[in-house]
């Protein structure tokens, strides 16, 4: 089973951007979707940005037009471009596959504050 890795994550102030990064064990080829899911504070996980091994993307509402999701599975890893960042979006992100594995990583902690 492919272990990943989460990084790239930070204090940033609302309207500051962050690139989060997520490094697989073993190639990724073979899972035809991605995806970053997150998790506030008191709240489920949620899936917000996801993208096939052609490239097609597609966002939860709350963040689309802000987020962008890219994929090299030739490095063997995962993107999550976000801008104009929103206290809101404050939470613990994660990679995994569409539909996930069992296993998660650690995550990575975003916090948008001033």
């Known amino acids: 089973q492919v272990q990943l890795v989460e990084s790239g994550g930070g204090l940033v102030q609302p309207g500051g951007s962050l690139k989060l990064s997520c490094a697989a064990s073993r190639s990724i080829f073979s899972i035809n979707t991605m995806g970053w899911y997150r998790q506030a504070p008191g709240k489920q996980r949620e899936l917000v940005a996801r993208?096939?091994?052609?490239?097609?993307?597609n966002y939860a509402d709350s963040v689309k037009g802000r987020f962008t999701v890219s994929r090299n599975n030739a490095e063997r890893a995962v993107y999550l471009q976000m801008t104009s960042l929103e206290p809101e979006d404050t939470a613990v992100y994660y990679c995994?596959?569409?539909?996930?594995?069992?296993?998660w990583g650690q995550g990575t902690q975003v916090t948008v504050s001033s």
């Open positions: 993208i096939t091994n052609g490239g097609i993307t």
């Open positions: 995994n596959a569409v539909p996930f594995f069992a296993s």
